[in-house]
């Protein structure tokens, strides 16, 4: 079914996007299945065995090097990030009912169909307010004492934004000098590393256990990784199993996750600035905002003076015309009024185009 802002279905949308030459967002599309399964076939472990409910040498593979990245004692792959996280939070409440804090824009509050009550029985507990990460303060404001805290780095739908180094510290020490674990959210801390400038394990270091997603950033089929301590992995185990997470085989998400890991993992700092560098080009145009001013990591809000309907049939009539792939998703701007939000995520489809010709491709979407 067609979304909201949709007038057309999301198999037209593939095809329109599929005979693009250029797109936007993220990496370059895999056009086919075929496409998809020969560039599997590509990766170093594909000659290995398929692994089987949860064991298999590439699998184990995966999470001890994810572990090491992050620098915790054991990982387990998951399937779906909603499942890891839902998992991490129960176990970390242990048989109570919560509350567990978090962001009011993080992805677990809005984009999972309420799961965390629904499904858990937990009771969550607002943190922080609307465009802006949480922080200490936010912490010290709670209205009861938390069971669990979670911060999202970065903060999707806050625009992509992230606490600074010193008040993500200050959130681990307010959690440990209270024995409060402290989860991370972290389906995009492969990119939030560059703007940190610190390693991984120095990020994941601050927390008690850690979500990493394949799929986004590094370009993988789907799956993630669910990083803490030995204890905390053992206790996961039959929650996965409850959450229908021990799949039969995993080795398409596997193999594409490994090679996500070397080929995208290593141009994070690359992405970030280009990102930087298009959103000044962008921001420069009369009525248009981007958000952040400057973005943190390879990803923002461009906010354009446009209905969002206009907008996405501008975006097409671009595809059609030049080849080129904007997007086709657009939502009501809340910092413009009656006009659109985009937003722009930067990967390997960077290299196809230059910001002066992302410039003139977005002037004749919103010109229509």
Known sequence: MATAYSNTTPNADIDLRNRCTRWLNGHRPLRSMRESLLALAEAPEADLALDVYGQGEALQTLEADVAALLGKPAARFLHKGVAAQLAALRVHAGEGDGPVALHPQSHIAIDEANAVERLMRLRSLPMGSTDVPSGVADLAALAERPVVVTVELPLRRGGYRLPTWDELVGI?????????????????????????ERPLAEIAALADSVYVSF?????????????????????????????????????????????GLRRQLPH???YRARAQALAAVLAAEPGWRVAPELPQVNAFQLHLPVAPEALREGLQAVARQQGFWLGARAVASHLIDGGAMVEVVIGDAAAGWTDAEALTAWRQAVAG
Request: aromatic share 10%; with cysteine; proline share 5%.
């Open 215 to 259: 799929y986004k950033g590094l370009g993988g089929l789907a799956g993630c990784v669910l990083a803490g301590s030995a204890e905390f992995i053992a206790q996961i185990t039959p929650w996965q199993t409850r959450l229908a997470g021990n799949l039969y085989t995993a080795y398409p998400m596997v193999l594409s996750a490994l090679q």
């Open 268 to 270: 994070m700092p690359a």
């Open 172 to 196: 681990s020490r307010w959690c440990r000098e209270r024995g409060v674990p402290l989860h991370l959210d972290g389906a995009r801390l492969w990119e939030a590393s560059a703007h940190y």
